[in-house]
């Protein structure tokens, strides 16, 4: 297919630069053969008894660095930990960064570069006696282009922009269909006789760069490192084996389990990066309904919710929820998607 395909005109207005207060009172669009209209607190009469919810519990970090390579400065936004204790970042004014360069963040805080790759991508060894607690001094949070910030980062910001199931830190974006439970949806999902799973998918850097090519099989996606626990994946195939349904929340959740499964949708424990591109065509081994925000238009994430939903379903769902006012991308509303056969 062509990126193309997956263009969208949306009015300005109709991105969301705050998020819904409480979160659990943003819209909520079900996309099944028909549309409906509810609120994300109306989650629970939606699902169904003994379903499971697979949530990404990783936790957001402030991934945006400025640094000196001698005089000139360079930006650092990590990307994704290595095995070895190094991070794959993205640089900005890194033309003349060359492997062996040290690039000073803080007088107690620097990075040496290891590899130098096309892109402006790099492998930094970070030099520091706390990693985690050099990056709360020096580190920003890295929120999505299209909330400007000119006066910058709020203390809300730092507080909305992290899940409340966040536990696992290692994240520069949001898994932002989690952005929209409390713990009061929580204890309704409960009582409905829901059960919830957790997963981690530490979300990349990559996750901010645009498609660049019209034919999208030629597309390379970032590498971003997912964890299944042993428990996570029996309790996932328990559910299966039982006939109940798995939704994920998130596309994040989804592309984590779908890459742990096997052929026959068996979950295995996982532990490493996966690149999963799913797009129209692929066959889905493990998710049965997903929760999920709007997405931007010619990204990867419109192609996998058109995978799953249907590709003129997914045309008709947006054409409706922009009609109607809906709130998109990170800080919007959201969608409960069932499969399409």
């Excluded at 000073?104 to 990693?131: T, W």
């Excluded at 932002?176 to 009582?191: E, M, N």
Aim: net charge neutral; glycine share 8%.
């Amino acid at each position: 297919m062509k990126l193309s395909e997956f263009d969208y005109e949306l009015p300005e207005g109709c991105i969301a630069t705050q998020p819904a207060r409480p979160r659990d009172a943003a819209r909520l669009l079900h996309v099944a053969d028909a549309l409906g209209d509810w609120r994300v607190r109306d989650l629970p009469g939606l699902l169904k008894a003994g379903d499971v919810l697979v949530v990404n519990d990783t936790r957001v970090i402030p991934a945006q660095l400025s640094a000196l390579r001698g005089q000139a400065r360079v930006g650092i936004t990590l990307d994704c930990r290595q095995d070895d204790g190094t991070w794959r970042v993205l640089l900005r004014n890194a033309k003349r960064v060359r492997v062996g360069d040290e690039l000073v963040i803080d007088p107690a805080f620097s990075a040496h570069v290891v590899e130098v790759y096309e892109g402006g991508a790099a492998r930094l060894r970070f030099e520091a006696d706390d990693f985690g607690q050099a990056l709360e001094r020096s580190g920003a949070l890295a929120l999505p282009p299209y909330i400007a910030r000119p006066e910058g980062l709020t203390a809300e910001d730092k507080a909305d922009y992290q899940t409340m199931f966040a536990a696992n830190p290692g994240a520069v974006a949001a898994p932002t269909a989690g952005l929209h439970f409390t713990p009061a949806l929580q204890a309704a999902l409960a009582a409905r006789g829901v059960e919830m799973v957790h997963v981690t998918l530490h979300v990349g850097a990559g996750t901010f760069l645009p498609v660049r090519v019209e034919e999208i099989s030629q597309h390379k996606m970032h590498a971003e490192r997912g964890v299944v626990s042993a428990l996570a994946a029996a309790r996932i195939n328990a559910a299966r084996a039982a006939g109940r349904r798995i939704v994920p929340v998130g596309t994040t959740a989804l592309r984590v389990i779908e890459s742990a499964a096997d052929e026959a949708g068996y979950v295995r424990e996982f532990n490493a990066e996966t690149d999963i591109f799913i797009t129209p065509g692929y066959r889905f081994k493990v998710a049965d309904a997903l929760m999920t925000n709007f997405h931007l238009p010619k990204s990867t994430l419109l192609m996998l919710v058109s995978a799953f939903a249907g590709v003129e379903r997914m045309r008709a769902a947006y054409r409706h929820a922009i009609a109607k006012g809906y709130r998109f991308y990170s800080y919007g509303d959201a969608c409960l998607l069932e499969r399409a056969e």
